[in-house]
T-cell receptor, first 111, second 114 residues
């Protein structure tokens, strides 16, 4: 059982569509991060959310941290082919000194 | 300038061999990590060093030995390679923030054991 479950695992959509990716846990996290990984490269940090209920926007990407700090979502508006990649959420539960990564969502945006 | 670099990018070797992967960061971070990403893209931490001191050592076979000569470098040596060691290995670094450990990853080393 993964500490951080992401859904969906795979998502294939047309350019211009909207989508939401979820990251859920039964544990409380002091913060959650979202990364995007492209083929042949390492994950790149997109955002960190710290406060329960927090919403952060990065251009067409909107990140939300759940009120209870157990879950997070990533919403992409008007997806572009350049959004294609593996999206990973990660967090350090409780007072853990390391990150736990989610199971990942592979997003493919078709032209 | 590359923030976190790893060498080699690709490593193909036979079972039973010993190999090393090198990692360097120029971000001035005090903590470095090794992660393993399996074929299903699951990323799992292996080791963490803080100022050259081992602070996290997950359940990893003792054939894997990290070495940190200074806080900008963290190398990974693997003895007696096995087929199951085939994966992508990522080095990362971070500077502990108030409540998070934001990671800066290297480009990865794809290890193939035949």
């Amino acid at each position: 059982t993964q500490l951080l479950e992401q859904s969906p695992q795979f998502l294939s959509i047309q350019e211009g569509e909207n989508l939401t990716v979820y990251c859920n846990s039964s544990s409380v996290f002091s913060s959650l991060q979202w990364y995007r990984q492209e083929p042949g490269e390492g994950p790149v940090l997109l955002v960190t959310v710290v406060t329960g209920g927090e919403v952060k926007k990065l251009k067409r990407l909107t990140f939300q941290f759940g009120d209870a700090r157990k879950d997070s979502s990533l919403h992409i508006t008007a997806a572009q082919t350049g959004d294609t990649g593996l999206y990973l959420c990660a967090g350090n539960p409780g007072s853990a000194r390391q990150l736990t990564f989610g199971s990942g969502t592979q997003l493919t945006v078709l032209p | 300038d590359t923030a976190v670099s790893q060498t080699p990018k690709y490593l193909v070797t036979q079972m039973g061999n010993d190999k090393s992967i090198k990692c360097e960061q120029n971000l001035g971070h005090d903590t470095m990590y090794w992660y393993k990403q399996d074929s299903k893209k699951f990323l799992k931490i292996m080791f963490s060093y803080n100022n050259k001191e081992l602070i996290i050592n997950e359940t990893v076979p003792n054939r894997f030995s990290p070495k940190s000569p200074d806080k900008a470098h963290l190398n990974l040596h693997i003895n007696s390679l096995e087929l199951g060691d085939s994966a992508v290995y990522f080095c990362a670094s971070s500077r502990r923030q108030a409540t998070s450990y934001e990671q800066y990853f290297g480009p990865g080393t794809r290890l193939t054991v035949t």
